[in-house]
């Protein structure tokens, strides 16, 4: 039986800005968009993805916080980062089989500073949100 794919979804910051402040959306929607990109970045080095890798963190519209999300197929044998930096914070959900949250887990671990916010599991796999910051 193979361990089933599980899917990495980043989310940084709130609610997008109000139509009131549009100078300013491009450039919260960038502040989103580089951390996202950064862990995904890390994610895409380590393990096979669905993703090509020219792939970025794009903005959709409407007033909610930006989701953006792939899916990994971890294996025993990834490829570690180092610690990376990361321009705030981003809320991650890993969901999938046991095996491979717990390597996708290991995988942001050692490239960033990873507060456990909760997790969720069951016979068939579990989920585990995480927020990721720079290491200190």
Known sequence: MSESR???????????????????????????????ATVFGVLRTAFPTDRPSDDAPQEQPGDNSAVWSAEFEPTQEWIPTGPTPLEGSVSATLQGGCVAVDQLFEALSTSFAVDHWGAASGAQGKEVDLRLSSKR
């Open 6 to 36: 599980p899917e990495a979804r980043g989310t940084t910051g709130g609610p997008k800005p109000k139509p009131r402040d549009l100078p300013d959306q491009q450039a919260d929607a960038d502040e989103q968009r580089e951390p996202a």
